[in-house]
């Protein structure tokens, strides 16, 4: 381990200290933030369904719109669909691959948004996660004018969270927050490890 001065750690720490007290000081908005999750890497559903049980903490209201996922049941699925302050919708059809069928995909895109759209005129729901939906906008199964136009009408006080790979230019664009996520090692691509529950479903 290295040996480091104490004396010389304390006083980084405090000139650290000072410099961070002044810009917690100076963000004094109260706003609604729109992060998105974005990148190859694991971990976007799962840190914004973090998000929501954060939010629940608060006892905030949330609502939940899937756009991909569909065909499985999963851990979060079944924890927060339990939980009286979550509206939660699985809309998707299943991975691009599996379902095949672009018409299907849109329609159940189509179906989505216009749930996620009366969650985001909503001014009682706090947070809305609207999970895989860049994948949908990806595939052009949504106009993403519509989407950003919806996305920026929303309450002054609501947070929502966008995930999935591949967000679009304009979308980062009007996020508030961005997080790319990258791959360093995956069970599944080096080991041939399928999906486990409570990490992957």
Do not use: C
Request: glycine residues 8%; charged residues 30%; neutral net charge.
């Amino acid at each position: 381990m290295k040996t480091v001065d104490p004396q010389r750690h304390a006083e980084r720490m405090a000139h650290k200290q000072k410099i961070m007290n002044e810009r917690i000081a100076r963000a004094d908005k109260e706003q609604g933030v729109l992060l998105v999750l974005t990148g190859p890497g694991k971990g976007k559903s799962s840190s914004g369904f973090g998000m929501l049980a954060r939010a629940l903490g608060h006892g905030m209201k949330a609502g939940v719109v899937q756009f991909i996922k569909g065909k499985f049941q999963t851990g979060e699925e079944a924890f927060f669909r339990q939980q009286p302050s979550v509206d939660y919708h699985v809309m998707g059809e299943g991975y691009t691959w599996d379902t095949q069928d672009r018409d299907k995909d849109v329609q159940a895109a189509e179906a989505a948004w216009e749930v996620a759209r009366g969650m985001l005129r909503d001014p009682a729901v706090d947070l809305v996660l609207l999970d895989e939906l860049n994948i949908a906008l990806r595939h052009g199964y949504l106009d993403l004018d519509r989407v950003l136009d919806d996305l920026q009408a929303r309450p002054a006080m609501q947070h929502v969270v966008v995930t999935g790979r591949h967000a679009p230019e304009a979308l980062i664009e009007l996020a508030d927050t961005v997080t790319e996520m990258r791959v360093v090692k995956h069970a599944f691509k080096e080991q041939g490890i399928k999906a486990q529950k409570g990490i992957e479903l």
